[in-house]
């Protein structure tokens, strides 16, 4: 079983920064990613930023040049830096986990973190 413990997030006026974290713990296989997912009211839940162990970045077009993915291998956690913060980012962040191992792939949410952008 894998626990992920979020932290961050807040109000922020539109223009500011906040930085979300995410650290994994459990049995974690050597092959997997983490990210950040975000589901705004009455819209689908959708990928924010994901950082494979293996290196691979991968962004959401609303917000690539704004936000920023680090990962710690050593400790399994993520950061994601958010800078220029718009409104439309305002939404609850998710963690999420994703590892293979033994043939089969298992996939873990945090309990989510609100993240609000007043204009």
């Not at 626990?3 to 713990?25: N, P």
């Not at 990210?35 to 494979?52: D, I, S, T």
């Not at 043939?103 to 873990?108: N, R, V, W």
Request: proline share 3%; glycine share 16%.
């Amino acid at each position: 079983q894998v626990q992920l413990q979020e932290s961050g997030g807040g109000l922020v006026q539109a223009g500011g920064s906040l930085t979300l974290s995410c650290a994994a713990s459990g049995t974690i296989f050597s092959i997997n990613v983490m990210g950040w997912y975000r589901q705004a009211p009455g819209k689908q839940r959708e990928l924010v930023a994901n950082f494979a162990n293996g290196g691979g970045r991968n962004y959401g077009d609303p917000v690539k040049g704004r936000f920023t993915i680090y990962r710690d291998n050593g400790k399994n956690t993520v950061t994601l830096q958010m800078n220029s913060l718009k409104p439309e980012d305002t939404a609850v962040y998710y963690c999420k986990l994703t590892t293979w191992g033994a043939g089969t792939s298992y996939e873990y949410w945090g309990q989510g973190t609100q993240v609000t952008v007043s204009s």
